[in-house]
């Protein structure tokens, strides 16, 4: 089976400190991979190289077994590869249907926006993922945390991602709301997506990941399948940065 | 049973007569104000001043400004801002007077020819776009302040201009150029009527086919009565403005110069009315297709959207850099029709036009409810506050405010109504 997503030996460096150091990483179809480590230690960094928000200074990153061109969040989509970020990544100003579409509006044979029809599409896909969600012509920064993050998980689900990134997807929400992507991760799973977690909450990550890979330092410090591993061995990969089992 | 609950399962609370009409709260403040404004000064002036002849002159003297205000919306919007705008439109301006005055009849056209005054109007938006994407390039690719460059293009572009001219007034310019100017292109009584006409019949249309669309869509709609009611507002708006301007008569003598102009034999009794002026048609075009920009079109939405959030805008796929040029770029196209409208207005070209402008424009787009904060304004708004302006200074000017005063109480209004704004918007709960 080909992997949906390899980076292979992925490098970058910011004005000298080597955020990213000579890492390699995959992604099967239906699957979770959890990326762990301490703030500082590439995981998002990583990450943002396959989103097209960062350009790598060597490395390949693979697509479904070709060589793909990642230079902009523009191209990466053309993969199919969607992003939820940790800040959301969302305009204030704006309301739910003009994020959801933003940079692919619809538009009306004329090629003027299509507000009507966006929202209506809106109101469909949220139906599905949060019923709660009624405030439609509001602009997005009087929502709450919850719904701002089903508008930003409603983007990647409506222009059916392949690859789905979610950096820190739970980490200003509710108790329930975390339950509610908890469901959506499952449910993704099920239709084949490939899944990139960033979380700091390994219990979480055991609960929602196929596998875990650690990072520290820019470093992959190794990758396990959770049913092989305790919650005490990820916890002595993040912070000593080795892994017992090969220690032992 | 009524149309509206049909589509509206839910019971509704009871709503005040403002949200019934869905009306943009802040937009009837800015009218209530400026209706204020033209009350008092109407007292202070002994009605002098809501005559149709000083209305006339108002609406002529507020275009200029208020077509760089729209561009100005976009500008601020994105958290940029243009200080070489006045500057822009002296150079543009220059370059048009010098075009059909000394070039163009220096190659051969004479004085009057049909081509001259297209071909300098070609000339100064083609300047003004190079000006306005060079400026936009210089921010958007090369990371200079929007400040710093515009900053920069304030001391420059006026003085491009003045070497042009040598710092000669050019004049006089070309007759059909001057209709541009107001008092000398207007478009008499039968067709400002059709205009109104054409207007109010496109303003109920559009408020029709809104609510038709969104029943398409089983949208929730306001209750009739309340589109009826805009419709008629819409209505008596467009004709009062032109019944006003169309009650602003050319004077007896004005006729006599030239009767046929007015489509009479002989000047004993003949009457004509000034009516609509081409400028403000232009400004009114303008607007039409700034707004339609704004609300419907990816490069509005992209506007806003990277005012509201840059990162956001970039992550999702925008190019900002190039959106930044295009912005820039309309802003110089603006202050060359600007300078189309201010030039001809005077009927020459000299070097100190459009000075202290881009403070006017800026002021206009922030007292029109513009943020600097980015993300948020209106095209309507800065027209509205341009108007403003301009019936402040106008209105002091008429009643005898000493000059120091007059610029005080500008000034304050612009401070107090950038208050006034972020109050509102604390008390509404958004940014």
């Known amino acids: 089976m080909t992997p949906l997503v390899e980076m292979k030996n992925v490098s970058i460096a910011f004005g000298g400190v080597q955020a990213v150091d000579n890492v390699s990483i995959d992604l099967y179809p239906g699957e979770v991979v959890g990326l762990l480590g301490h703030n500082g230690a590439g995981k998002s960094t990583l990450i943002k190289m396959l989103s097209g928000a960062y350009k790598m200074d060597s490395g390949e990153i693979w697509i479904n077994g070709h060589k793909a061109q990642i230079h902009s969040p523009r191209d990466a989509r053309h993969y199919n590869i969607e992003t939820i970020y940790q800040t959301l990544a969302l305009a204030d100003n704006l309301d739910a249907a003009s994020n959801l579409f933003l940079g692919r509006e619809l538009t009306t044979g004329l090629g003027f926006v299509d507000d009507d029809r966006m929202e209506a599409e809106t109101r469909k896909i949220m139906a599905r993922l949060n019923p709660n969600f009624k405030k439609l012509k509001e602009p997005v920064s009087a929502l709450s945390g919850g719904q701002r993050q089903s508008v930003a998980i409603a983007r990647a689900v409506y222009f059916n991602a392949k690859i789905l990134i979610m950096d820190e997807p739970t980490a200003a929400l509710g108790v329930h709301e975390t339950a509610m992507v908890a469901e959506l991760i499952q449910e993704l799973k099920k239709q084949g997506l490939g899944i990139f977690l960033i979380s700091h909450d390994t219990r979480e990550m055991m609960e929602l990941c196929d596998r875990v890979a650690v990072m520290k330092n820019g470093q992959m410090v190794g990758t396990e399948r959770v049913e092989d591993v305790t919650e005490d061995d990820i916890l002595s990969m993040i912070i000593l940065g080795k892994n017992p089992k090969a220690a032992a | ?431």
Not at chain 2, 18 to 31: A, Q, V
Not at chain 2, 285 to 306: D, E, S
Not at chain 2, 383 to 397: N, T, Y
Request: aromatic share 8%.
């Open chain 2, 1 to 431: 049973m009524s149309v509206e609950s049909a589509n509206t399962p839910t019971p509704r609370r009871k709503r005040s007569l403002f949200e019934e009409l869905e009306l943009d709260t802040r937009l009837l403040g800015m009218i209530g104000a400026f209706i204020l404004v033209a009350l008092v000064f109407n007292v202070l002036t002994d009605g002098r001043f809501l005559t149709p002849r000083n209305i006339f002159n108002l609406t002529i003297q507020t275009v200029s400004v208020a077509i760089m205000a729209t561009g100005m919306v976009f500008v601020i919007v994105t958290r940029h801002i243009d200080l070489s705008v006045g500057a822009v439109l002296a150079a543009c301006s220059a370059l048009m007077a010098m075009t059909q005055v000394r070039i163009l009849p220096g190659m051969g056209f004479e004085i009057g020819h049909w081509a001259i005054p297209w071909v300098a109007i070609a000339a100064g938006i083609l300047l003004g776009a190079l000006i306005g994407a060079f400026n936009g390039w210089l921010i958007g690719y090369q990371g200079i302040p929007a400040f710093i460059v515009t900053l920069g293009g304030f001391l420059i572009w006026r003085n491009v201009g003045w070497y042009q001219t040598n710092g000669q007034t050019i004049g006089p310019l070309d007759q059909t150029f001057m209709m541009f100017g107001g008092i000398n292109g207007t478009l008499g009584g039968t067709v400002s009527w059709i205009i109104g006409v054409i207007a109010i019949v496109l303003a109920i249309f559009g408020i029709f086919n809104a609510r038709r669309v969104k029943l398409a869509h089983n949208f929730p709609v306001k209750p009739m009565w309340a589109e009826v009611s805009l419709a008629v507002i819409a209505t008596a708006a467009i004709a009062g403005f032109i019944g006003i301007l169309t009650s602003y008569e050319v004077p007896a003598r004005v006729v006599a110069r030239d009767p046929a102009k007015y489509g009479c034999e002989v000047a004993e009794g003949c009457a004509a009315v000034y009516g609509l002026p081409i400028s403000v048609l232009l400004l009114i075009a303008i607007a039409a297709i700034m707004t339609v920009v704004a609300r419907k079109t990816r490069f509005g939405r992209y506007i806003f959207a990277t005012g509201g959030n840059p990162d956001a805008a970039e992550l999702s796929g925008i190019n900002t850099r190039m959106l930044t040029v295009k912005i820039f770029m309309l802003m110089g196209v603006l202050c060359a029709l600007a300078a189309v409208v201010a030039s001809s207005r005077l009927a020459n070209h000299s070097n100190d036009l459009g000075t202290l402008d881009e403070l006017r424009v800026i002021a206009a787009a922030v007292i029109g409810g513009t943020a600097l904060s980015g993300g948020i304004g209106t095209i309507y708004g800065a027209i509205l506050g341009a108007l403003i302006m301009q019936s402040l200074q106008s209105g002091m000017a008429m009643v005898g405010v000493d000059a120091p005063l007059q610029n005080i109480v500008v000034g304050a209004v612009l401070v107090v109504a950038v208050f006034i704004d972020i109050q509102y918007r604390k008390r509404m709960g958004a940014k």
